[in-house]
């Protein structure tokens, strides 16, 4: 399983991020959820903002959730989500992926990007993957931040079938081959006019089929 640590501010998590991230477990069939972290932090705004997030990843099937590493709010329910799997905690650098895994694993200290009060030696953070055993069993993987994601391997063809939403509504496209750009009878820009599908999402669609980033 992999676990998308988000943050909507300090460091900022954007949609096209988030879609970049889940098109490639996708691709590789690996079960992602999105963890937001920093609840603690939340205004009303930021609640709100939280609450158009989780209703665009829950509708197309993803589990949302939202911790606060820094308080152990919520904890348990990752504790349990994580039991007996082997979890990649992933995201930008900042998010609180190392102090997630120093609550769900109280007995580690790992290094989080805090600069102490009593040392001056700066900022540690992970630069490596470590992987940690989980006393109620499995394992979880720390990793550095990732600062950009480019979208490998995909051919422009399949994109499609990484967006859960977009395959599931292209059955319905007049053409088996439509890339839903600009084709007649395309039910995936009709879904999008419709609101069916977010428009973020298929933002996040044109954007990764234009780049470099998918082979031709
Ligand atoms: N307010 C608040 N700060 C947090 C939370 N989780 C992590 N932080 C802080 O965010 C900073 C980065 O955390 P760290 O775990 O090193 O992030 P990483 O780079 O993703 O591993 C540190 O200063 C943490 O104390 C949280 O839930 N609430
Ligand atoms: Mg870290
Ligand atoms: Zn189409």
Redesign the pocket.
């Known amino acids: 399983m992999a676990i998308l ?1 988000v943050t909507l501010a300090s460091p900022r998590t954007s949609l096209g991020f988030i879609d970049r991230f889940l098109v490639t477990a996708e691709a590789y069939d690996v079960p992602a959820v999105l963890v937001f ?5 939340f205004s009303k705004e930021g609640l709100e903002i939280l609450q158009d997030f989780k209703d665009i990843y829950e509708n197309i099937g993803y589990a949302t959730y939202e ?5 152990g ?1 919520n904890i348990p329910v990752i504790q349990e989500l994580i039991t007996d799997k082997i979890t990649l905690i992933s ?10 895994i ?1 609550a769900l694993l109280p007995d580690r200290d ?5 600069v102490s009060d009593w040392s001056d030696k700066g900022q540690h ?2 630069t490596f993957a470590e992987m940690f055993e989980l006393p109620q069993g499995g394992f979880i993987v ?1 990793s550095p ?1 990732i600062r950009e994601l480019g979208v490998i391997d995909i051919e422009k063809e399949e994109l499609g079938h990484f967006f859960r939403e977009i395959f599931k509504t292209s059955h319905d496209c007049r053409f088996n081959n439509c890339r839903h750009i600009n084709e007649p009878g395309c039910a995936v820009i009709e879904a999008v006019n419709e609101g069916n599908i977010a428009v973020s999402r298929y933002e996040s669609y044109l954007s990764i089929y234009h780049n470099n980033d998918t082979r031709h």
Do not use: F, M, Q, Y
């Open positions: 640590v972290n920093k609840l603690d932090l911790v606060s590493a820094l308080k709010i995201g930008h650098s900042g998010v609180g992926k190392s102090s997630l120093n790992l290094r989080t990007g805090e953070t992970t720390d931040g």
